[in-house]
């Protein structure tokens, strides 16, 4: 069982940068593949980054060259450093585990899920 929990959301202008954790708990979650996803009012959740237990990253065009995604295996933690923000990237911001790094940009192919941390992104 993997416990996630994410912190550094807020309240940013347009332009500015946030960077936000993901703490894994229960157990480490090296070999697992970790994603971060996002959900707007009204909207679906859409997919924002991955990061494969063999380091590979990857990004959803929205984000690609803004955000970058790592981790610290020594903390147990997964970050999602997010520049040059924009009042679309406003949401709740959710981190989520896995045990397979296939189909990493599906939300259903997840196992576990942090609570969410909330993005405001003012213009």
């Known amino acids: 069982q993997v416990q996630l929990v994410e912190s550094g959301g807020g309240l940013v202008q347009a332009g500015g940068s946030l960077r936000l954790s993901c703490a894994a708990s229960?157990?480490?979650?090296?070999?697992?593949?970790m994603g971060w996803f996002r959900q707007a009012p009204g909207k679906e959740r859409d997919w924002v980054a991955a990061?494969?237990?063999?380091?590979?990253?990857y990004y959803a065009d929205s984000v690609k060259g803004r955000f970058t995604i790592s981790s610290d295996n020594a903390k147990n933690t997964v970050y999602l450093q997010m520049n040059s923000l924009k009042p679309d990237d406003a949401a709740v911001y959710y981190c989520?585990?896995?045990?397979?790094?296939?189909?990493?940009?599906?939300?259903?192919?997840?196992?576990?899920w942090g609570q969410g941390t909330q993005v405001t992104v003012s213009s």
């Open positions: 989520a585990a896995k045990r397979y790094n296939i189909r990493y940009y599906d939300g259903a192919s997840y196992d576990y």
């Open positions: 229960g157990r480490t979650f090296s070999g697992y593949a």
């Open positions: 990061l494969t237990s063999g380091g590979y990253t």
